[in-house]
């Protein structure tokens, strides 16, 4: 059973930064892209980064570009996302998904919450 | 980037009602749609990928169809499990990668 599980999310101070974490199991983590998507509260989806099984390609919402990072490691079946300079804007519950085909997001975690908030 | 218009933005309607949502793209995106179910509290699930493949596991009177701009989702008998909110998403070519605004199935 594939599952996928963030956590690291939190209360956060405009400014600050927070590190996100996707644990995967029930698959062959190394095959598959990885994304990270968010909903503010209220809010429809919004997609916010991917990356391919070997690291090779790298892609970023213009919204967080240069702020957030994506990453990966495939010997811990886990994806990350380290996020600096957080914006009350970036408010939302952060999920981790797994892409079977290019941009379609075929399994979801449960999501983490990150508040950015003073 | 690729703009996604869904409508209608709620709609109400009965267990075992037809219920159709549509989703316009600009400009054409083939058939690279996809169509998602978000209960409250809970992850989006994959329904339909490129435009008319049901995911595996979902129930058949899930439907979508369209290609091009226009794209539907048709559920054919609404089941009480059904009242949830529908996402349409691009996966055209390259990122970004864009949802609809999302359509509210209640009662």
């Known amino acids: 059973e594939v599952q996928l599980v963030e956590s690291g999310g939190g209360l956060v101070k405009p400014g600050g930064s927070l590190r996100l974490s996707c644990a995967a199991s029930g698959f062959t983590f190394s095959s598959y892209s990885m994304n990270w998507l968010r909903q503010a509260p209220g809010k429809g989806l919004e997609w916010v980064s991917s990356m391919s099984s070997s690291s090779t390609y790298i892609y970023y919402a213009d919204s967080v570009k240069g702020r957030f990072t994506i990453s990966r490691d495939n010997a811990k079946n886990s994806l990350y996302l380290q996020m600096n300079s957080l914006r009350v804007e970036d408010t939302a519950v952060y999920y981790c998904?797994?892409?079977?085909?290019?941009?379609?997001?075929?399994?979801w975690g449960q999501g983490t919450l990150v508040t950015v908030s003073s | 980037d690729i703009q996604m218009t869904q409508s209608p933005s709620s709609l109400s309607a009965s267990v075992g009602d037809r219920v159709a949502i549509t989703c316009r793209t600009s400009p054409s995106i083939s058939s690279s749609l996809n169509w998602y179910q978000q209960k409250p509290g809970k992850a989006p699930k994959l329904l339909i990928y490129?435009?008319?493949s049901l995911q595996s596991g979902v129930p058949s009177r899930f439907s979508g169809s369209g290609s091009g701009t226009d794209f539907t989702l048709t559920i054919s008998s609404l089941q009480p499990e059904d009242f949830a909110t529908y996402y349409c998403q691009q996966s055209y070519s390259a990122p970004p990668w864009t949802f609809g605004q999302g359509t509210k199935v209640e009662f």
């Open positions: 490129a435009a008319s």
């Open positions: 998904a797994r892409s079977d085909i290019g941009g379609v997001f075929a399994y």
